[in-house]
């Protein structure tokens, strides 16, 4: 026993030693890397922060298990804390989050009127409508001439309903970015807790030590962290058979975010590798339950409207039409431009048909993880934050690969133009090879 004390020791010192790395070099990201507006001191900043997230988790599977849970969480609470070091960097939806909590709390339904509405003038103040010269990077004109710092603000909100309760909290408990951020960053920590109830190992630091949870999750205070807090417990509740509760807890995470509707696939895996019955659909039917019930009040409310700007979104972002922007850029390397989405939709369709088929139940987490993964790659979005879905599936999974592609889509949103192709390419090869290595390590055993 004592031989084996000093190696063991050793291993805890040294993943220590990388978080605390980590972690500095998070919080000089966030405070001193750059913004949107001057993006270029990130690039470097976020290949840094990448390189010793990886080395920080290699050294973590060394260390005892019994030391492992403390040590994650408490890393997770260091790496979400360093996103409180700045007000938002690289994006500004967080504005149109107060915005909307604030029209809900003076009692207007958030789908009714759009910022600039001269209806909602009364609740402008110098934190979202800062005065001229409106210069800054997350500084925007109204049709009026008027500055904010709510981009879009011509348009309607475009969030789901479960967002608009969380937005309406956060206005109670202080209605400021900085209380978003805080929410943001004990939604992060929450969602590590909930990774380690699962399993208390090294897996739950694939998100909790990911520095995207820093940037995406805290400083810029992204919703779809809420989105995954509840897909991961929707899964873990599937598992333990508790499927109304699971169904549930799905569909007010797609009445957060919409995307979580990807996991539906993976809570069901393997249903159709035997006959289905009744009882197979409980859980989606207590998805769509939840789903409608939190759209309800809105729609009595708002009716038609509590769409959104989704229509006008997919649109500008070129999900409907070209617009100039040619998302499924990976299929259209191989198909005409007019031919990608139908690809998309097809092969999409087999994955779905796949897990489904194939999918293990015990791990619902793997085929939603496989799905949704495959997605993004097909869409290729230009929001690296989308993939906080895919961090979240990872440290449920293993599958570190897959944590290439919300690294595209951060890749993309920085470089832009010519980017989408070459990072999601790259995103591509990289899950295909970690596949590969994989099989060839289960075969070797």
């Known amino acids: 026993m004592p031989a084996t004390r000093p190696p063991a020791r050793s291993a805890t010192v040294l993943a220590v030693c990388a978080l605390v790395a980590l ?3 998070l919080a000089l990201t966030v405070s001193r890397g ?11 900043w ?4 990448l390189g010793l997230f990886a080395t920080a988790v290699a050294l973590l599977r060394r260390v005892p298990a019994p030391r492992v849970a403390g040590l994650v969480l408490a890393g997770s609470v260091a790496v979400a804390a360093t996103g409180l070091a700045a007000p938002p960097r690289t994006s500004d939806d967080v504005y149109r989050y107060v915005w909307d909590g604030r029209v809900q709390a003076a009692g207007v339904s958030p789908y009714r009127y759009t910022p600039d509405d001269s209806a909602l003038a009364r609740l402008r103040d110098p934190a979202l409508f800062p005065p001229d010269p409106c210069r800054a990077w997350n500084e925007h004109r109204t049709a009026s001439g008027v500055c904010t710092h709510i981009n879009r603000p011509g348009v309607h ?4 309903p479960v967002a608009e309760f969380w937005f309406l909290g956060l206005h109670a408990a202080g209605g400021t970015v900085r209380t978003v951020q805080v929410g943001g960053a004990l939604l992060a920590v929450a969602t590590t807790g909930v990774l380690l109830v699962r399993r208390r190992d090294w897996r739950a630091a694939l998100w909790g030590w990911f520095p995207g949870i820093a940037i995406w999750s805290v ?25 109304v509760a699971a169904g549930a807890a799905l569909g007010a995470a797609v009445a957060t975010k ?5 996991a539906l696939p993976g809570a069901m895996s393997g249903v159709l590798a035997r006959r289905p019955g ?4 409980v859980l989606p039917g207590a998805a769509l339950a939840a789903f409608a019930l939190a759209y309800l009040p809105y729609v009595m409310a708002s009716g038609t409207r509590v769409i959104g700007y989704l229509p006008g979104y997919l649109r500008e972002e070129g999900y409907q039409d070209d617009g100039g922007i040619g998302r499924f850029g990976l299929l259209r390397l191989l198909l005409p431009a007019d031919w990608a989405p139908y690809a998309a939709a097809l092969v999409l369709a087999v994955v779905v048909l796949y897990v489904l088929r194939r999918g293990d139940p015990a791990r619902p987490w793997s085929g939603a993880l496989l799905v949704t993964g495959t997605a993004l790659l097909l869409v290729a979005p230009a929001y690296p934050w989308y993939g906080l879905l895919v961090v979240a599936l990872v440290a449920l999974d293993g599958r570190w690969e897959w944590l290439a592609v919300p690294a595209a889509g951060q890749a993309l949103y920085l470089l832009q133009g010519g980017a989408q192709q070459p990072a999601y390419g790259a995103a591509l090869a990289v899950v295909v090879l970690g596949a590969i290595v994989r099989r060839a390590r289960i075969k070797k055993s």
């Open 258 to 262: 919409l995307l979580p509707g990807l």
């Open 23 to 25: 972690v500095a070099a």
């Open 219 to 243: 400083n810029d205070a992204h919703v779809d962290t809420l989105g995954a807090l509840l897909l991961v417990i929707a899964l873990a509740l599937a598992v333990r058979r508790r499927v």
């Open 278 to 281: 009744l009882g197979d659909l």
């Open 157 to 160: 909100t475009i969030y789901p």
């Open 46 to 49: 976020y290949l840094a922060d």
């Open 34 to 44: 750059g913004t949107l507006g001057n993006s270029r001191p990130l690039h470097g």
